[in-house]
Structures are given as structure tokens and as C-alpha cells.
């Protein structure tokens, strides 16, 4: 079992751009959350999918967005970039009600 | 409030005992988890413990809930340099999304 997946490991992109941010779940979990986590920081939560929709939301602007495919995999997307968008982004997945939710090694994204 | 307090540092010397400790903030968080983070790593799910528990050991960890004072703790016996790391503590709260602490850097001696 590879665990949760994410890609690309790292980005550099410049302010006003677009980034795509992927992430595969543990095999066997349905339910796919995505936290950023700034330097120093704990990881915040973005935002929940399950049965591809957007179930709960953290408190993030509206240039965040995501998507859940059919086989549970998910996309983070972020429009218009901000400097301080630059983090490292996590992914973390879990199986319907079961509490352990495993996390991924993150993307790490650079906004110049 | 709505923050996850943990103490920022800990120091300790291999083979003693390392005691982290965390508050949350919703009395009715019904998990709550320890995570690890080595540097430039994702984060390392270590134990997690129900609310209607007081204590959970696992191995070297032991996890004490004092739901009253909403208080978490973690002990780590026999410490090692390897488990020199950052860790978060983290509460589910109703709808599942977690909510972190800003994380304990333990550093290990020698």
C-alpha cells in the first residue's frame, strides 16, 4: 500500500498564476481533506470532499477550490496567486467514519 | 478560544522521559491526535485517543485526556534521537476536519 500521494513534491510559481495540486488516497479511503500549513505553523484545514462534493469548508477564499474524481483522487486549486499562498500543502485521507486520517509528504509551493 | 496551545520547545537527554503537553478547545471533539513531522516531511499519525478515555499507551507512548480541563498529553519514555521531530497535537472536531496546535519542536541530547 503506497499510502496517501501527492504531486508534484514541489512548485515555484509567480503571483497572479494558476496551480493544480494532486493528491491519490490511501487505498480503501473515500474521504480526501486538504490542509496548508505556513512555515512554523500548524496545518489548516482548506476544505473535505467525499462522494466527490465539497462537504465542509476551513476559512479560505474562494480562489481555493478542489475537486474529488470517481476513484476518490482530488485536485487542489488555487487561482491567483499570493505570496502568501507559499507553503507546504498536505493531503490527508480517511475511510468513512474511521478516525485514523493518514496525511501525504505534502507539496511544497513557492510563490514568487 | 479557538486555538490548539502547545508549548513551542522541549529539550531533553536521551533516554529520559519526554512529556508534551497540549490544550484544545471544543469540549465536544470526540478524537484527538498526536502527529509527528520530521523536517521536510508530512505529518506521521503516532496515536490517537476517544474522548471517553483517560489514558491510551502505546509501547513508548503513553496519551493522558483530562476532558475536564480539556487537556492532552504525551509521554514519550526512553527518548531517542531519532524522535527528535516537531509534533502537533490535533482535535476532530464534529464535521471531521482537524484542528491543529502550532507544534512542539522536541530536540533530543546526547
Known amino acids: 500500500d503506497a499510502g496517501v500521494t501527492q504531486s508534484p513534491t514541489h512548485l515555484i510559481k509567480t503571483r497572479g498564476q494558476q496551480v493544480t495540486l494532486r493528491c491519490s488516497p490511501k487505498?480503501?479511503?473515500?474521504?480526501v481533506s486538504w490542509y496548508q500549513q505556513a512555515l512554523g505553523q500548524g496545518p489548516q484545514f482548506i476544505f473535505q470532499y467525499y462522494e466527490e462534493e465539497e462537504r465542509q469548508r476551513g476559512n479560505f477564499p474562494d480562489r481555493f477550490s478542489g475537486h474529488q474524481f470517481p476513484n476518490y483522487s482530488s485536485e487542489l486549486n488555487v487561482n491567483a496567486l499570493l505570496l502568501g499562498d507559499s507553503a507546504l500543502y498536505l493531503c490527508a485521507s480517511r475511510q468513512g467514519a474511521y478516525n485514523e486520517q493518514f496525511f501525504g509528504p505534502g507539496t511544497r509551493l513557492t510563490v514568487l | 478560544g479557538e486555538d490548539v496551545e502547545q508549548s513551542l520547545f522541549l529539550s531533553v537527554r536521551e533516554g529520559d522521559s519526554s512529556v508534551i503537553n497540549c490544550t484544545y478547545t471544543?469540549?465536544?471533539?470526540?478524537?484527538l491526535y498526536w502527529y509527528k513531522q520530521e523536517p521536510g516531511a508530512g505529518l506521521q499519525l503516532l496515536t490517537y485517543?476517544?474522548?471517553?478515555?483517560d489514558m491510551k499507551q502505546d509501547q513508548r507512548l503513553t496519551v493522558l485526556l483530562n476532558k475536564k480541563d480539556k487537556h492532552l498529553s504525551l509521554r514519550i519514555a526512553d527518548t531517542q534521537t531519532g524522535d527528535s521531530a516537531i509534533y502537533f497535537c490535533a482535535e476532530r472536531r464534529s464535521q471531521g476536519n482537524l484542528i491543529f496546535g502550532k507544534g512542539t519542536k522536541l530536540s533530543v541530547k546526547p
Open positions: 471544543d469540549s465536544s471533539s470526540t478524537y
Open positions: 485517543i476517544f474522548s471517553n478515555m
Open positions: 487505498s480503501g479511503h473515500d474521504t
